[in-house]
């Protein structure tokens, strides 16, 4: 086997997450224009996502569903953890939440500024 | 300059805690206690063979609620911030006549094939949609993934026939009396079964079933229902009409 082969699944789910989260980390502070920002958090988002989905991975775990395919008495050993995945689920969710209110919020600036850099908001910091 | 150099120190710092965390990753060979409960238990307690969905609507029912909530509350803030500001629009149109005209006269017309097409495949969107929730305690699928579909064939809508009207008072209507069917649902549970929102206020039915896992399919079709014409709305909202002249 190649050694690439070697290296588990949920670590490689794991990692790109990380990535993920570094790079959306990156847009939100460097970035200048504010849909760029808020891509950035949506990425972040995302991110912790797939680092939640790849800790509830169990070794050879199939989905969470007992029917035909899993029998009941096999259901423990065979099925990957249900708790993250619910728990990314309501993440999903609000976070799309979020990110519609923050959307609306850079409408309503971009209609009153006819702009979207957050350098030119100065005067509304306190 | 300083900023800058700033910021890298600290992602890179971020870095070395991830490659910490990456580098002492052991993947699980067992659920934890509590996963192996809810696979134990679940099917039996539940009657749903989604464990997930067993967990989302049913042991962690409150939480779902409290999601709903806050989706509800962003529904209602993004309508608050990109409501219509008529007179004013009408004063910008004074102003920059030539450009409203411009901008909301001459709505570009889909092309005839996008058209049909929309026309086509928007109801088999909206009834996959409707199989996803229904199906929520049978397959991957779920309330938040159904209504997302249904949202996304009214993206669909929108995209295809802009001219095309989405009734407020119908979204009003349904998505505050799914919200408050399903508190009703919660509260019956704690009068006929074990406690807020207790699945087996119905009977389980036989295992694997369409209607079957006793509340389950009621409480994700409202929730589907709710999901759906809220995301609707926000991208109704979105919509360049809504937000006056830009």
Redesign the interface.
């Known amino acids: 086997m190649s050694p690439i082969a070697d290296i588990p699944l949920s670590l490689i789910v794991l990692c790109s997450g990380l990535g993920l989260v570094l790079i959306g980390l990156w847009g939100m502070l460097t970035q200048r224009n504010m849909i760029r920002m808020i891509i950035g958090f949506s990425l972040t988002d995302t991110g912790i996502h797939m680092v939640m989905v790849s800790i509830g991975y169990v070794t050879g775990g199939t989905a969470p569903i007992i029917n035909a395919a899993v029998p009941m008495s096999e259901a423990v050993n065979r099925v990957v953890d249900p708790v993250p995945s619910a728990l990314v689920l309501t993440a999903i969710v609000i976070g799309l939440g979020v990110t519609a209110v923050m959307l609306s919020f850079a409408v309503r600036i971009y209609k009153a500024r006819k702009t979207l850099m957050i350098d030119e908001c100065t005067e509304s910091r306190w | 300059m300083i900023k800058?150099i700033f910021?890298m120190m600290?992602?890179a710092l971020?870095?070395l805690i991830?490659v910490q965390?990456?580098t002492n990753?052991t993947?699980?060979?067992?659920?934890?206690r509590?996963?192996?409960y809810?696979?134990?238990n679940?099917?039996?307690e539940v009657g749903a063979?989604?464990?997930?969905t067993?967990?989302?609507v049913t042991y962690?029912g409150l939480?779902?609620l409290g999601?709903v909530t806050?989706?509800f509350?962003?529904?209602a803030?993004?309508g608050l911030?990109?409501r219509r500001t008529r007179r004013k629009a009408d004063d910008e149109d004074l102003e920059t006549g030539d450009r409203a005209e411009e901008t909301t006269g001459t709505h570009k017309a889909a092309s005839e094939i996008v058209e049909t097409a929309t026309e086509l495949l928007l109801p088999m969107v909206m009834l996959f949609g409707v199989y996803v929730f229904l199906n929520g305690h049978?397959?991957?699928g779920?309330g938040?993934q159904g209504g997302a579909i249904i949202a996304s064939g009214t993206m669909f809508l929108l995209l295809a026939l802009p001219e095309s009207h989405i009734s407020r008072l119908l979204v009003a209507l349904t998505e505050s009396l799914s919200g408050f069917s399903y508190v009703v649902i919660g509260v019956l549970g704690v009068i006929m079964a074990g406690g807020f929102l207790d699945n087996r206020i119905m009977g389980l039915g036989t295992y694997?079933d369409l209607f079957s896992a006793g509340a389950i399919p009621l409480i994700y079709t409202l929730v589907g229902l709710k999901?759906g014409f809220e995301?609707s709305a926000?991208l109704d909202?979105?919509r360049k009409d809504d937000?006056?002249p830009?």
Request: proline share 5%; charged share 15%; net charge neutral.
């Open positions: 800058r910021i600290m992602l971020m870095a991830f965390l990456a990753y993947e699980n060979t067992s659920l934890t509590l996963g192996s809810y696979a134990e679940g099917p039996r063979p989604n464990l997930v067993a967990v989302v962690r939480d779902t999601e806050v989706l509350i962003s529904a803030g993004v911030l990109l049978l397959s991957p779920g938040f694997g999901v995301l926000v909202r979105f937000t006056g830009v």
